[in-house]
Each structure stands twice: as structure tokens, then as C-alpha cells.
């Protein structure tokens, strides 16, 4: 029972005994499910309606049909809004809205919401004021409609009415209104937003410069963060990472970056691979429904992260917008048998990790570097799925393309029960690779090529070897599968048998 890591993905045939270190993981592995479910009980134990701090001067009595409407405007305020604002909690990307019904007119805050990007390209003094003011930062169009400015504006007016409410009433307004810390049910029609680590182009056989034209698209969607656990999140080409590039250096690269009409936010691309100032940014920002074109020459081959670097850049790269673009040498790379594509990533939640429903950021953590999920190819535990998780044969040659999307975390690659024959350090690929190295630290904005030969048979883990992130969602697996080679590994410890 306790090799079984998930019951979405069996073993595969070959059994065999497990070591010690996977005993360990294994053993950590049931304390994540048991903490899960305490986290989980405590959640849901806790107060309705915690928030208690209720200005006096808040109307203790809200009408029904408003506290609705309010409702609906916290909820519309915590997905679209809270990135850039807070209500009371001081300035972020945009002005702290505490009181702002009072100090704009109602007809100007109305249309502000609707159409930011309208009043500024008027003109309208007060946004232009407000623009310099906020280092020219615009406040971009959410696509809300009427009923959800109207909304928005309610809970902007009366900030704590739904707390009040609750400790005034708590049987009955306290259960049917949502207080400000549950969670909304999981998006029941979320997708799987994890790339295949199979998934990234052949080598390079042409050996002369061309010019390529990518196309790629900045889609944001319900995505599935683990179990029975939703997020918004922000990708390229709707998987995380995005895809992978691969040029020769030499090339030249037209990247077409469409933003969807869905989205709620501009978007942009800034490759690591690119000469020039903003490394694409400057001239990618794409508001929704657009399409930006940019074109650079690949000077020096590497493996280099590409991301989002819109404001708030950290909501954009943490919520999933990264990815690896590697800018082969003349004569290529060495061939192998297997290449595999894996990233790296933090998500930042208001709600503690383990929790089940539809998520949502936040801004705080981000800014404190707390994650509540460490994840390889977007999801938690995605690469121990059967259907996601690494296969090769033992005598195959192995490489990993590997990058941190971060935005905040360095990654100490590690794969247990494996040592990598060569490492790219920093993934310069014109300096000699280390040889025969165990763990191998790669830098958020950064990446790492390795290559290894598998002699044993088995189920290896992938890890950051700062440990307590596979407790938060950090693992991969990679079978071998093949003969027994006992003159390099044997035992006869316990097998599968035991319980814990
Ligand atoms: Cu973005």
C-alpha cells in the first residue's frame, strides 16, 4: 500500500524493493496526506465571517438585496482586483480604494472600472493625474460588465457591511453570505494544465541560420493545482511551462504574441535568449483581444528562461507564465535517447496548501516569498501521474532541460538514486560541463541542462533537495525500466509488503 504514492498512478510492473530514502519519502508522503487532512478540517472548522475588525461607523444593518450585491463585489474584487489594490491595507501596484466612493464621483468610478484604457486615451484629468502619479502604470481594462462595476462599486462603498452582518445575525446572514475567508467550490470544468515532459521539439538538423516564426498565445483558464483543487492561472499556449523553443544560434525568431479576447489582463514576453533592452517586453505588451510581432537574432547559444513581465510580474510568472528557449550550438547537441522538459514554479494562495475549492492569490504572500505550492510543470505531484510522469529503458542516455520559473524560489536539482554524469552549470552550453555531480542549484530566471546514463532499473524522484517543498507538491518520477544490474545496486531489505 504505501508504494502506492496516488491512486491515479499505479506502478509499473517491475516491483522491486524499496530503499531507504524512498521509504523516507514514502513516509513523508503520509504525513502530507495526514497534515492535508488536518489543515483540511481546520479550515473548515474555522470561524465564519473572521474578519472582526468592523469600523463603528459601518451601518450595522444592510439591506438584503444589497448585501448581495456586495457579495458579489468582494468576489468580483478578489479575483480581478487585488493584485494591484487593497481596500484599507495600504497601496499597491494601484492606490488603496478604502473610501475612494467618497473622494470620485459615482458616473466617473463607473466608467473608470468599465473602461480604464478608454478615459486615458481621452485624456480624463483625474486618470492622467492618477497615472503619473501610480509611475505610469494604467490600470487595465478587466472586461467587466455592468452588473459587475455596479457590484464592485456596492463593496467598495461599504467594505465591511458582510462582516458586520455576520456578528449581527450570525444564524442566519452569517451561514447563506460568504464571509471573507471560505473558499469557493472547485471550477468543475477546470482543465490539466501540466505539459507533458515529452513535450518539447526535435533537435535541429538545419545548419544554416533561418528565420522562424512562432506564434503563441497568452491564455489564462481554470486550471487544476491538485486533488480536488482549482487556480486561475496564466500560461503560454494554455500548459506550464510554456512551450519550448528550440533554435540554432544564428537564427532569427518572429514571435507573434496574441493575448486572448478572455483574458483579464495584458500580457508580454521577455526571452533570456534575446540582445536588446526588456528582452521583448518593451515591445510585447499585449492588451486582450491583441496581437504584438517582435523579432530577434539568436547571438549566443544557451538554455534561457522566457516569461511574462507585465505588472504585477510576479502575479503573472507565479500563476504559471514561463518557459524554457534553448539556442543550440553550430554543431548542436550530443544526441541522446531521451530529452525531458521540466520547470519549476511557486503558487502563492490566500488559502493554506491543501485546502480543496477554487483558489485565489495572493498578492501578500508573494510579496513575503511564502508560497503555499511548489510545483513541477504547473500542478502539485503532476509528474508522478502515469500519465505525465518520465520513462526510459536502463543503458539509455538521459537528458533534462531544466528551469525555474520561480519567480522567487532557487531549485536544488536532485534525482534520487541517480548522480548526473554532466551538468551545464548556469546552462551555458559553450563552457565544459561538471561531471559526476549529485545536486545542482539552479537560480529562479535561471536553468540547467543534465545528462546521465541509467544503469538500475526503478522508479527515480525528482526533487529540489530543499526537502520540505516535496511536502508542498515538488516530486517527479522517472521509471526505468530493464533488467536487474545487481553487480551495481542489490539488497534484501524489507519489500513491498509492509504496512507503515
Ligand atoms: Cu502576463
Known sequence: MQERYNEAAPLPSHKKPITVTQMG???????????????????????????????PAQPAIVPAVNAEAIALGQTVFETNCVACHSVGGGVRLGPDLAGVTARRDADWLSRWIAEPDAMLAEGDPIATELLAEFNNIAMPNLQLSPDEVASVLAYLEQPTALATLAEAAPSTAGKSLPATDTVAPAVADAVSIVRNPTDLPAPITARTPQHRVVEMTAIEVEGQLADGTTFHYMTFDGQVPGPMLRLRVGDTMELHLHNQMESL????????AVTGPGGGAVFTQTAVGETSIFEFKALQPGLYVYHCATASIPHHISSGMYGLILVEPEEGLPPVDHEFYVMQGEIYTEQPFGTEGHLTFSHEKALDEDPEYYVFNGAANALTLDEYAMRAEVGDTVRIFFGVGGPNKSSSMHLIGEIFDRVYDQASLTAPPLTDVQTTLVPPGGATMVEFTLDVPGRYILVDHAISRLERGLVGFLYAEGDENPEIFSGSGEPDASGH
Open 265 to 272: 489582463l495584458p500580457h508580454s514576453i521577455d526571452l533570456h
Open 25 to 55: 519519502v514514502i513516509m513523508a508522503l503520509a504525513v502530507i496526506a495526514c497534515v492535508g487532512g488536518v489543515a483540511l478540517l481546520l479550515f473548515s472548522g474555522g470561524e465564519e465571517g473572521g474578519e472582526t475588525a468592523v469600523s
